[in-house]
């Protein structure tokens, strides 16, 4: 009851916000209905909700970006040699996003020109990766990322990390917005990225930027934590705990 109460004051609040803003601003405030997500033992992925509202009209749309942690991606070339297939050549991208979604009101290709798109970095196509230094080296002609990007939005997409489907945005009265943002259950920790954009006619008027901010909780966290802050203790522990193990499965298997 006191979160249904707590989430119902957000949206007046949200909506009272956008009310004050001139109309030639066009100005998109927007909120989570949870900021924080906790990953425990437990944690099989969650659904969120984004609200807010705009000063616009019926036909104007919103897109929404949600960006996770950057990370290096590794792409695998694989060819047919001597009867195996083996790995040809392996491509690895920094700074990609760990998660990449995206909602909007309408086709994208309703909404917005291509070019608009790729000038916002709207959509997997328009991501700017950067091959790693060693990759580079080690291949006689660096990739072109656009030439992979297919292939690695399609590996991405099989884990959920980079859904192939847009989420859906609605709109009420061009005033009131609201989209489920859905978690898989393989998300990492870190901050990631939400950015509402406000178009009308093909043109963005306003965005604006908010965050969801996710971290290991219980005890998943507690271990985490330790290997990573007492790495030798947590090497020892793990020896340690591995010989006890297999002492104790040896003697269960003699005494039967």
């Not at 949200?14 to 066009?26: F, N, S």
């Not at 970006?65 to 195996?84: E, M």
């Not at 979604?101 to 309703?110: H, K, Y």
Request: include cysteine; aromatic fraction near 8%.
């Amino acid at each position: 009851m006191m979160r249904r109460c707590a989430f119902i004051l957000s949206m007046i609040t949200v909506w009272l916000a956008a009310a004050m803003v001139p109309a030639q601003a066009g100005r998109v405030v927007a909120d989570l209905s949870e900021s924080n997500v906790s990953i425990t033992s437990s944690f099989h992925g969650t659904d969120l909700l984004l609200f807010g509202a705009i000063d616009g009209r019926d036909t104007d749309d919103i897109i929404v970006v949600i960006s996770g942690p950057p990370t290096d991606i590794a792409q695998r070339r694989k060819a047919y040699v001597a009867g195996i297939w083996i790995n040809a050549e392996t491509n690895i991208w920094k700074n990609a996003p760990s998660l990449y979604q995206i909602l909007a009101t309408r086709p994208l290709a309703q909404i917005t020109n291509m070019e608009t798109l790729a000038q916002l970095e709207i959509g997997a196509d328009n991501l700017q990766l950067d091959l790693a230094p060693d990759t580079a080296k080690a291949t006689v002609q660096k990739p072109d990322a656009q030439a992979f990007v297919a292939s690695m939005a399609r590996n991405m997409s099989a884990t959920g990390l980079w859904p192939s489907e847009l989420g859906h945005v609605s709109l009420t009265d061009g005033a009131l917005f609201r989209a489920s943002v859905a978690l898989p259950a393989n998300v990492v920790s870190g901050t990631y990225d939400v950015r509402i954009l406000h178009f009308r006619d093909g043109v963005v008027l306003s965005q604006n930027e908010t965050n969801i901010y996710i971290k290991k909780g219980g005890l998943s966290a507690m271990i985490y934590n330790f290997a990573h802050d007492h790495s030798l203790l947590y090497g020892l522990f793990a020896v340690a705990f591995a010989v006890a193990a297999g002492w104790l499965a040896a003697a269960a298997f003699r005494r039967g």
